[in-house]
């Protein structure tokens, strides 16, 4: 069978050969129990992987904290050539290091690809912003006084990330927080270990061959346990963490409980509005990469259509159509659009979705199911799915990782259309199709979307690195990546200098002795 080059890319990656136990990545001191990582491709074991006990991750912490008292001295475009350096060496892994990502996480190759390309791109970002990282001046109420703010290195920063984009979320984290003088420690999903440690093997190379600290970059492995050693960790002042919004809830209260602070991503409901001006052509292709892309594990996936009543047979029509095109199977394979889910535990939350949706009194356009024979052997690839329902149904207010997207009708002006959209718990990406410059207007007024992202003519998934990325309400409040989001990883002062004679106090105060 085809193997599409995996083995390859693993011996580039420095990830060891099959299941002799010893991956462990460097500067990740695992000596815990054993995790092991199947593909969903095939079903396959790739690797088995060292987790790491608490006292591993008590060494983990003396390396970052050692590195961190380094680290912050050095010169923020300095820490931006080693970023510049880092980027460079993922151009050169792109095609290991997405290959791993679809093996190991399910998702298609160009998917794959275009993870890495985000890596890369926030890298490009990050080198440019670490000669800038500015404040402002103030002028001072008082003669011959100066204000100004500044930011400084904010000290170890914990990132924790979910299993659906493997790579590129920690890079959103670390290539920021590294130009911030940040030293950083990653606990990636348990479910992909592997390409936790392909990332941490690319950085060490750099760490190296620039006689940096080690603990600059950690990496930590294990189930949520391990995570919560640092959730509860006074000397972690930013926990960053992406997932679902049960585990934000958690994570979010441990470190409030310390008075830390933590950077959210979590659970979206993200639904495009198609309005009787929009594009049918443009719609579909929205439409079906954003519920079908990554088998509907974004957390931009678009899970809620919501379609004018006027257009709405001929647009699910044409959805019909299209996911009648759409080819299931291995997604190293290129030609295939649609790879499995993560594991057996989401390919029962898609059936169960799919039960309820039909319990609730929806109706199914385009059927389910989950696929078996020779190409489908891990038991994880799965139909995507079409469903006729109501935003109120449980299940729809309800964000299902898996490609099942549901067709809500609206009648009347776009504001009705508008409140179904924002009438969900979630807040992280919306969209409009229309060509109607007030609709679109509207959309994006405060009248408009709730959410953190909103696009107009453009579908809910596959945002640039160079905004800011997060939403509201219980999607957590969080911003990564583009626009001012590292000001998050600095600690901000304010400062006033007297070069007066005298000692003026603010707010008129005398206070004479
Ligand atoms: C995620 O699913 O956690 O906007 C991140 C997108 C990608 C990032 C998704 N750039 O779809």
Redesign the pocket.
């Known amino acids: 069978a085809n193997s599409f080059g995996i083995e390859l890319a693993l011996k580039q990656l420095g990830i060891k050969s099959l299941n002799d136990g010893s991956s462990t990545g460097i500067n990740s001191f695992s000596n815990g129990a054993i995790l092991e990582s199947y593909s969903p491709v095939d079903g396959k074991l790739i690797a088995s992987v060292k987790t790491t006990s608490e006292s591993d991750y008590e060494k983990v912490m003396k390396t970052a904290t050692d590195a961190f008292k380094i680290f912050k001295l050095m010169p923020a475009p300095q820490r931006g050539e080693m970023v510049r350096q880092f980027g460079d060496k993922l151009r050169k892994n792109k095609e290991a290091l997405g290959k791993l990502v679809s093996y190991e996480m399910g998702k298609s190759l160009q998917e794959g690809y275009g993870e890495v390309q985000?890596m890369i791109d926030i890298c490009d970002f990050a080198v440019g912003l670490s000669r800038q990282l500015h404040g402002l001046t103030m002028h001072s109420e008082r003669l011959n006084h100066r204000m100004y703010e500044q930011y400084h290195p904010l000290g170890i920063v914990g990132i924790i990330s979910?299993f659906?984009?493997p790579v590129?979320?920690w890079s959103w984290n670390t290539a920021l927080a590294w130009i911030c003088g940040d030293v950083c420690v990653w606990k990636p999903s348990e479910k992909t270990p592997l390409c936790g440690i392909a990332c941490q093997n690319i950085i060490a190379e750099v760490i190296k061959e620039n006689n940096l600290p080690e603990g600059i970059s950690c990496l930590i492995n294990g189930d949520y346990k391990v995570g919560e050693l640092m959730t509860n960790d006074k000397r972690i002042p930013l926990i960053s963490a992406?997932g679902s919004t049960r585990m934000g809830k958690i994570v979010a209260q441990n470190v409030a409980a310390r008075l830390g602070k933590s950077l959210l991503?979590l659970g979206g409901n993200n639904a495009i509005i198609v309005t009787p001006d929009a594009d049918i052509k443009m719609t579909v292709i929205g439409a079906v990469f954003g519920a079908v892309g990554?088998a509907g594990q974004?957390?931009?996936s678009t899970r809620r259509l919501i379609i004018h009543e006027s257009i709405y047979d001929k647009l699910k029509e044409a959805l019909a159509r299209a996911y009648g095109q759409l080819k299931i199977g291995n997604p190293l394979d290129e030609k295939n659009h649609v790879g499995p889910l993560i594991d057996w535990q989401a390919v029962e939350m898609y059936s169960k979705a799919l039960e309820k949706v039909v319990a609730e009194g929806g109706k199914i356009i385009v059927p389910g199911g989950v696929l078996s024979g020779d190409d489908y052997q891990s038991g994880c690839y799965v139909k995507p799915a079409i469903a006729e329902a109501e935003n109120s149904f449980e299940i729809v207010q309800h964000e299902t990782f898996a490609p099942i997207l549901y067709l809500l009708k609206y009648s009347g002006s776009v504001e009705n259309a508008i409140e179904i959209q924002n009438g969900v718990v979630q807040g992280l990406?919306s969209a409009i199709m229309t060509n109607n410059l007030r609709e679109a207007e509207l959309f994006l007024s405060v009248s408009g979307s709730d959410c953190g992202i909103a696009n107009v003519n453009i579908g809910t998934?596959?945002?640039?690195?160079g905004g800011a990325?997060g939403g509201e309400k219980e999607t957590g409040g969080g911003r990564e990546s583009g626009s001012d989001a590292w000001k998050v990883y600095m600690r901000r002062q304010t400062n006033t200098i007297n070069y007066s004679t005298s000692l003026p106090l603010a707010q008129g105060i005398k206070f004479d002795l």
Do not use: K, L, Q
């Open positions: 985000e979910a659906n984009f590129a979320v992406t991503e990554t974004r957390c931009t990406s998934s596959g945002a640039e690195i990325f």
